[in-house]
């Protein structure tokens, strides 16, 4: 069964400094339209930095959002759609915790709503970690922890930890470890 829909028309509603809004009509698969909203975002980047102990590197921030403070792996947007993801990944490690990593390893993509959101986040592991200073943004205030992974699942698992690129991240980076291939 065609399950493809192909737009017809776009409307920019809003163009901000980290999101764009469009309304687009679409062309459904039986011939009718229907309206789809979708946020165009730059993409982002998340980093789950293993140390030598097997604990990870995590920041807690105020999200405000939800009006409280998240516990997740370092992160960040990519600055535009052309920056290199990776570029990325060590740009935020290095800013928001001071480290920097001898070991790249890509562990996929997440869509983190696509229902309304084209928004595309690259999840890393990152091992090897040296120490130097946060370089946080101005506008920037977190906390740096390292957490034991085996702590870090149970508090994924727990519903202590609810961001969704963490929670992929992590689990991935466990299963790896359990593998023997990290």
């Known amino acids: 069964m065609n399950i493809l829909e192909k737009p017809l028309s ?6 901000g400094r ?3 809004l469009r309304r687009d009509t679409a062309l459904l ?6 309206t789809r909203e979708v946020i165009e975002h730059n993409g982002g980047v998340c980093v789950a930095a293993l ?4 604990e990870l590197l995590f920041v807690k921030q105020f999200r405000y959002p939800y009006m409280e ?3 997740e792996i370092p992160a960040g947007k990519r600055d535009s759609t052309k920056e290199d993801p990776l ?4 740009r935020e490690l290095r800013e928001e915790t001071g480290a920097t990593a001898d070991r790249w390893l890509p562990l996929g993509k997440l869509y983190p709503s696509p229902g309304y959101c084209g928004e595309v986040i690259w999840m890393y592991a990152a091992t090897g970690l040296h120490f130097g200073e946060q370089q946080l943004d101005e506008d920037e205030f977190l906390n740096v922890e390292k957490i034991p992974l085996e702590q ?5 698992l727990s519903g202590e930890i609810i961001d969704a690129k963490t ?3 992590v689990l991935k980076v466990k299963l790896l470890c359990d593998r023997g291939e990290l």
Do not use: D, F, K, L
Request: with cysteine; hydrophobic share 50%; net charge neutral.
């Open 69 to 71: 403070i998240v516990t």
């Open 152 to 156: 870090a699942v149970n508090m994924i």
């Open 10 to 15: 776009s409307e920019w509603i809003y163009n």
């Open 18 to 20: 980290i999101i764009r």
């Open 51 to 54: 140390t030598a102990q097997n």
């Open 29 to 34: 698969p039986n011939g009718a339209t229907a």
């Open 87 to 90: 570029a990325c990944g060590m």
């Open 167 to 169: 929670q992929a991240a």
